[in-house]
T-cell receptor, first 116, second 113 residues
């Protein structure tokens, strides 16, 4: 049981490049989410999914796309990277939407992204 | 929406002393308040949480208190150790179909040996 796995751990992009941050969980959790962490800003919700085939926007969704074709995977796509997207990205999962107020969220180790 | 604020942004204590980190929230519908610890290079991990039907919860050296009337909750760490040095996030959430966990900005706790 690996928990929440994020790849890659580090990435450097040039402005305008695209890439996908991978997130996978092996706990059969319905609810998955992406956060970005910036100095002095805490954790801000980008997108979330309450189950396969269902996604929704969080607090800061602009510039990011997500999809949820399986329960296990929740990739985050940057279509045209910008320097403002330089950040540390965390994926998290919890058993269900109803679990947010009842249960813990499990976080991955993060992806540190730099956009030059 | 919910707004969670943490004060102070940094805290330095001597090993063995106690540390208290305070958070305030704005949404009276929030009823779940977790605390996460983030060590360098790692993702946040839950260390303790409290629900609105209790005022205090303890787990060994850590405790959390909640004042729903004043809309604030605090993390208390006693007998601090160097390994307690980390970033601590408080968060708040309601339950139901539109639940989202809103995090504070985090506080960096340094425990001096």
């Amino acid at each position: 049981n690996a928990g929440v796995t994020q790849t890659p751990k580090f990435q450097v992009l040039k402005t305008g490049q695209s890439m996908t941050l991978q997130c996978a969980q092996d706990m059969n959790h319905e609810y998955m989410s992406w956060y970005r962490q910036d100095p002095g800003m805490g954790l801000r919700l980008i997108h979330y999914s309450v189950g396969a085939g269902i996604t929704d926007q969080g607090e800061v969704p602009n510039g990011y796309n997500v999809s949820r074709s399986t329960t296990e995977d929740f990739p985050l796509r940057l279509l045209s990277a910008a320097p403002s997207q330089t950040s540390v990205y965390f994926c998290a999962s919890t058993p269900s939407l109803a679990s947010i107020g009842k249960n813990i969220q499990y976080f991955g180790a993060g992806t540190r992204l730099s956009v030059l | 929406g919910e707004n969670v604020e943490q004060h102070p942004s940094t805290l330095s204590v001597q090993e063995g002393d106690s540390a208290v980190i305070k958070c305030t929230y704005s949404d009276s519908a929030s009823n779940y308040f977790p605390w996460y610890k983030q060590e360098l290079g790692k993702g946040p991990q839950l260390i303790i949480d409290i629900r609105s039907n209790v005022g205090e919860k303890k787990d060994q050296r850590i405790a959390v208190t909640l004042n729903k009337t004043a809309k604030h909750f605090s993390l208390h760490i006693t007998e601090t150790q160097p390994e307690d040095s980390a970033v601590y996030f408080c968060a708040a959430s309601s339950t139901g179909a539109n639940s989202k966990l809103t995090f504070g900005k985090g506080i960096t706790l340094s425990v001096r040996p």
